[in-house]
């Protein structure tokens, strides 16, 4: 079964510098993965998600991710953070096993961003 | 634009209390899906619908039932509320059963057992 491991359940950052949260994946065929973001009282929102066209994945918001294979990762980037940015934020990977799309989501980063 | 709406957004129950949450899509899509988010356990899939008229459990159905009432509407019932179900529950849906298709998300239904 797919499964994804985010390191960090808090990361801080000043505004304007670099945002890295950290996604690792587990999946024995290639995977789909994807990033949503939470802001607060707020339902999940898509920021992008890899399907194999690409290995560097650009989102919403200034967001990019990078699938590196040899490393299992899909780490969340972006270059200056906006205090808007202050959120949660999850990786999924989509579970084939099943036949059927079922997300595996981590546990979480919660990314502060202080002025 | 109104995506999945879910209500309703706060409820408070006592321990054996039932209860239905509701939810409904207007963006045509096939699929839909419950899951519940508790702090530091991401978001676990508890029901989900690939297609109008089936449903099959998830990761963790116990205590709960649900019903596709059809292409728009997709409830979660609690028969006999616990203190272990207090949680955030959201309800998704996505276009199709596709592995790359994304969820759309409600934003939310703020359950609490007395």
């Known amino acids: 079964a797919q499964s994804v491991t985010q390191l960090g359940s808090h990361v801080s950052v000043s505004e304007g510098a670099l945002v890295l949260l950290r996604c690792n994946y587990s999946?024995?065929?290639?995977?789909?993965l994807f990033w949503y973001v939470q802001y607060p009282n707020q339902g999940l929102q898509l920021l992008l998600k890899?399907?194999?066209?690409?290995?560097l994945v650009k989102g919403i918001n200034g967001f990019e991710a990078e699938f590196k294979k040899s490393e299992t990762s899909f780490h969340l980037t972006k270059p200056s953070a906006h205090m808007s940015d202050a959120a949660e934020y999850f990786c999924?990977?989509?579970?084939?096993?099943?036949?059927?799309?079922?997300?595996?989501f981590g546990t979480g980063t919660r990314l502060l961003v202080s002025p | 634009n109104a995506g999945v709406t879910q209500t309703p957004k706060f409820q408070v129950l006592k321990t054996g209390q039932s209860m239905t949450l509701q939810c409904a899509q207007d963006?045509?899509?096939?699929?839909m899906y419950w899951y519940r988010q508790d702090p530091g356990m991401g978001l676990r899939l508890i029901y989900y619908?690939?297609?109008?008229?089936?449903?099959d459990k998830g990761e963790v159905p116990n205590g709960y039932n649900v019903s596709r009432l059809n292409k728009r509407e997709f409830s979660l019932r609690l028969e006999s509320a616990a203190p272990s179900q207090t949680s955030v529950y959201f309800c998704?849906?996505?276009?199709?059963?596709?592995?790359?298709?994304?969820?759309?998300f409600g934003d939310g239904t703020r359950l609490s057992i007395l």
């Open positions: 998704a849906s996505s276009e199709d059963r596709g592995f790359n298709q994304p969820q759309h």
């Open positions: 999946s024995s065929v290639p995977p789909y």
């Open positions: 890899y399907t194999s066209a690409a290995t």
């Open positions: 999924a990977v989509s579970d084939r096993g099943t036949g059927f799309q079922k997300l595996v």
């Open positions: 963006m045509n899509h096939n699929s």
């Open positions: 619908s690939a297609s109008e008229g089936t449903t």
